[in-house]
T-cell receptor, first 116, second 112 residues
Framework: GAGVSQSPSNKVTEKGKDVELRCDPI?????LYWYRQRLGQGLEFLIY????????KSGLPSDRFSAERTGESVSTLTIQRTQQEDSAVYLC??????????????FGSGTRLTVV | GENVEQHPSTLSVQEGDSAVIKCTYS??????FPWYKQELGKRPQLIID?????GEKKDQRIAVTLNKTAKHFSLHITETQPEDSAVYFC???????????FGIGTKLQVIP
């Protein structure tokens, strides 16, 4: 697609429920990243995909968080048994293959998750 | 791993003045340094970048400088305007590794 697409744009869920956040990267972008941004805070790295493998998942805060990616397309971030501290904007970004000479991320608009 | 430090965390300037944001990085293998601007409620967007084989790059009112020896890089905004008000993130990318390491962000306020 023309840009990185994330859905839903907003999600309100009850504490203890599971949520799935979706990211559709730019076509041809092999790398995909998930970040979390709490209100007024910086960009907290969660996980990085190269194709459908995840060479770096060091940022996942707990085993309640998991992510998958199908080939070089859609990724899903799943948060199980949500807690209020999970409330944040979850940003997805993608970037083209190495060797293209350009490494910049393109971010999606994010999913604003509110746990009540 | 890479560590990027950014300062100041907040910066207020009068319209028309210049703003400077400074970052340092730790990994000497980093070779690409993008800057992102995030307006309130919006996604971060790339505004300018610099590679390690270049010392300075300019695009209209914004410029970036890089000192590889000192592992410092800076963003300079001249003739600031209210629409420059945003959070700015510096970042570093290690050669051969796509993951971007971000600084903590600088909230710039341009006072009309």
């Amino acid at each position: 697609g023309a840009g990185v697409s994330q859905s839903p744009s907003n999600k309100v869920t009850e504490k203890g429920k599971d949520v799935e956040l979706r990211c559709d990267p730019i076509s041809g972008h092999t790398a995909l990243y998930w970040y979390r941004q709490r209100l007024g805070q910086g960009l907290e790295f969660l996980i990085y995909f190269q194709g459908n493998s995840a060479p770096d998942k060091s940022g996942l805060p707990s085993d309640r968080f998991s992510a998958e990616r199908t080939g070089e397309s859609v990724s899903t971030l799943t948060i199980q048994r949500t807690q209020q501290e999970d409330s944040a904007v979850y940003l997805c970004a993608s970037s083209p293959p190495t060797g293209t000479g350009w490494y910049g991320y393109t971010f999606g608009s994010g999913t604003r998750l509110t746990v009540v | 791993g890479e560590n990027v430090e950014q300062h100041p965390s907040t910066l207020s300037v009068q319209e028309g003045d210049s703003a400077v944001i400074k970052c340092t990085y730790s990994d000497s293998a980093s070779n690409y340094f993008p800057w992102y601007k995030q307006e309130l409620g919006k996604r971060p967007q790339l505004i300018i970048d610099i590679r390690s084989n270049v010392g300075e790059k300019k695009d209209q009112r914004i410029a970036v400088t890089l000192n590889k020896t000192a592992k410092h890089f800076s963003l300079h905004i001249t003739e600031t305007q209210p629409e420059d008000s945003a959070v700015y993130f510096c970042a570093a990318v290690r050669r051969g590794y796509q993951k971007v390491t971000f600084g903590i962000g600088t909230k710039l306020q341009v006072i009309p």
